[in-house]
């Protein structure tokens, strides 16, 4: 992993809310799954991209181990 560019507090924070948004995207995922195919797409968008968000801080996390 690349070294981290935070100090841990920041990162730990950054991870944190990384998860909270990742948890959020899921439940809308799961109420868009029983409504329009449009409904869906926008979900799943949202889902992916603060999926990616989450992968980005545990990277950033894992790079304080360093």
């Known amino acids: 992993f690349p070294p981290g560019t935070k100090?841990?507090?920041?990162?730990?924070?950054?991870l944190n809310q990384a998860a909270a948004?990742?948890?959020?995207?899921?439940?809308?995922l799961v109420q868009a799954s029983r409504g329009t195919?449009?409904?869906?797409?926008?979900?799943?968008?949202?889902?992916s991209h603060d999926f990616n968000e989450f992968l980005q801080a545990g990277v950033e996390m894992a790079g304080q181990s360093q």
């Open 7 to 14: 100090n841990f507090q920041e990162a730990q924070g950054q």
């Open 21 to 28: 948004g990742l948890n959020q995207s899921a439940n809308e």
């Open 37 to 47: 195919p449009q409904d869906l797409a926008k979900a799943s968008g949202k889902y």
